[in-house]
Nanobody, 121 residues
Framework: QVRLVESGGGLVQAGGSLRLSCAAS????????MGWYRQRPGKQRDLVAV???????NYADSVKGRFTISRDNAKNTVYLQMNSLKPEDTAVYYC???????????????WGQGTQVTVSS
């Protein structure tokens, strides 16, 4: 099982920046894609950004040019640098990771506990 622990959320004024971190631990053979999702009050959980083990990235249109996802494979950690934050970015942010316990095992997905990001206007 892979456990994900997020950190870095908080309260920031519009236009400010925050950096989220998510560290994976546990027993696994490999971690493939890692990503960040967010859930606004009363809304579904939406993809923010995803990064593969090779470094390919994909972003939601609403955050392109403002957010940057990166990862440190040696530390099994994924980051989300959020710049030019807007009040509509306020949400609980969750990280996830797709992993395998052996090379031929099915892919599993783990989620972090979530971290609150609040952007004041």
């Amino acid at each position: 099982q892979v456990r994900l622990v997020e950190s870095g959320g908080g309260l920031v004024q519009a236009g400010g920046s925050l950096r989220l971190s998510c560290a994976a631990s546990g027993i696994f053979f490999s971690i493939n894609a890692m990503g960040w999702y967010r859930q606004r009050p009363g809304k579904q959980r939406d993809l923010v950004a995803v990064i593969t083990s090779g470094g390919s990235t994909n972003y939601a249109d609403s955050v392109k040019g403002r957010f940057t996802i990166s990862r440190d494979n040696a530390k099994n950690t994924v980051y989300l640098q959020m710049n030019s934050l807007k009040p509509e970015d306020t949400a609980v942010y969750y990280c996830n990771a797709d992993w395998r316990v052996t090379p031929l095992a099915p892919t599993n997905r783990s989620w972090g506990q979530g971290t609150q990001v609040t952007v004041s206007s």
